[in-house]
């Protein structure tokens, strides 16, 4: 009677377990701007949270936001549990906060992008991975109306400007160089947003400029907390006389107390005092110059006096435009890196690294660097997962080898599967190629006006 009993028990138990299966609802994702309108450079905080009816199994992979004008980052903390009562019934899970720094003043609008979600469905039994939609939310960034007027608009909490001397310059004479560091320093900011200095050309000293170095300030578990810009400056002095670096000023939005403030480093004056022992080398070439064309001018006509006159005015002209020239190659360098980030980011770059990946022999990267481009590539699109892409490129070779990845990966143990990684990934190049072709011809398709019947 008691077997009997504890039969009906556990065939009970096994329904209440198949129709709690069936009833598991799908995860939800949230997202909320804490801030809705922003100063262009100040970081939008976006709260992402993803709940489950039942709880996690494993970590939620949150994908990386691709937002024109703007710069998103995801900083390394730790997730924050959330809890929600759904139709009475307490939900769980995870948020993790966006920041994001605009660039423009413009209106913004989060991309098509999906957060992987893996959850019980009850007991032991876990659901595939669920790529579950991240709301559009929309946030706006400005420039305040007293500071359109700056030349260069920069807006953070704190900006320091400082300097140092690597030498004296009380007995400094024609022939010596001196160099001279600044460093730029924000808080709440990014560095790419720290402005370049703009240093004049003083007559009697020739100025040499390094690479600046620009680098972003982190702190473990609180992520970028600022940023820093360090320019070394070399002076050389090529006349005795009274000199005076002039002042330097950086106005900034002040983010605290909501107006444009001055950072100021002060002039530097000093003497520079006559040498005789020194030899300017442009006097040197002048004289050497000089007696060349006067013997030439003895067996030649006078057009090549003439030709050396021209090199000679060609290269003071030159030597004069030289800082001109200097800011035009930083302003392409900035753009180069720009460039270099877009290009990081892009979805050829995500693909070269799990083309990569495969070519190691760890299935969890493999996976990783999959997921990773396959979320790049869907990015405003209306699909999101493997599945999706099958159909659309007609590969069903390509959703079958993913398929036994994950088995492999999160099945269960000792189950042999037959995979082959190199295959994996002709199969994925077959279907991006097919996808980028049909993505080509509706792009293209929209370009043609209609015809006029």
Known sequence: MKNKILHIAIIVLLLITSSINAQVAKPIVRAKVLKSTVIVGEPVEIKVSVVVPTWLLGSPEFPTLEIPGAISTLPDVQAENVYETIDYERWSGIARTYLVYPQEAKSYTLPNASVGVT???????????????????????????????????????????????????????????????????????????????????????????????????????????????????????????????????????????KEVVSSTLKAIEFYADSNTNYISELSIQEDSTLTALVKEESKHNTWNYLLWTLIIALLLFIEKRFRIIQSIVRKIKNWLRKREELKRESETE???RFREAC??????????????????ISINENWSDVRELSEITNNTELLLNAQKLDEILFGKDGKEINWNKSDFLQQVKASRKEFLKIKKMKAESRRIPPLNP
């Open 350 to 352: 995500y693909f070269k």
């Open 359 to 376: 070519d190691e022999n760890n299935l969890a990267e493999i996976k990783t660097a999959f997921s990773n481009w396959l979320d790049r």
């Open 119 to 257: 959850y019980s469905l009850g007991g032991i039994e876990k659901s595939p991975k669920t790529n579950v939609k991240i709301p559009q939310v929309k946030f706006k960034a400005v420039i305040p109306e007293s500071a359109r007027s700056l030349e260069y608009f920069i807006s953070t909490t704190q900006l320091k400007i400082e300097q140092e001397l690597d030498k004296k310059l009380t007995k400094i004479r024609v022939g010596d160089s001196f160099q001279r560091e600044i460093t730029i320093s924000t808080k709440n900011s990014l560095a790419m947003f720290i402005p370049s200095l703009q240093i004049d050309e003083i007559d009697g000293l020739k100025i040499y400029f390094d690479e600046p170095i620009v680098e972003n300030k982190k702190k473990e578990r609180v992520g970028i907390t600022g940023g820093e810009r360090i320019e070394k400056i070399t002076y050389f002095i090529e006349k005795p006389g009274d000199y005076q670096l002039p002042e330097i000023k950086i106005d900034w939005w002040n983010l605290k107390s």
